[in-house]
């Protein structure tokens, strides 16, 4: 309800550039699909929606929601009927014969409802033992890699990152640890 048209309209144009560039094609020559990934507010998971083509309005996304709410009945069995929220949208450019395809999608949304600083007691194993461990939210992976030992809380869990190991997110919002190599 609070998505105002002209930001859906601004991302979508320049993830529509992006894809188009990168098959060094004109926009009327391509293909193009627009996907929202969209939950229930406090849902741990999406589900693939297609947006309209053309310039968001009120109406387009209010339609966009009742697709959304369309799709979890059918996948899903119900409506929940509270608010609606858009995590990433993605755009995909075809060129018809050429057999290529490029695809650009939003940086994942995080939750700044995470914790950030103090830290937890927690226990490494006989090697590293206990140690008093910083804890971070899942966003404080986005600026740059972390060393560990660290504990990154979101509302969907609790990742460790032991001692010797860097942890950073991906593209699509993953955390990825890295363990650092082991002596023989």
Known sequence: DALAPADLAAALDELEARVVERL????????????AAMRYVGQAFELPVEVDTGTPDAASIAALALRFEEEHARSYGLRLGFGVEIVAIEVTATLAGEGQVAQAASPPRLDAQAPDGGTRHAYFGPVHGHVDTPVAGRAALCASPRQGPLVVEDYEGTTVVPPDATAWLDAHGNIVIELAEQPA
């Open 24 to 35: 060094a094609a004109r926009r009327d020559e391509a293909g193009i699909r627009r996907i």
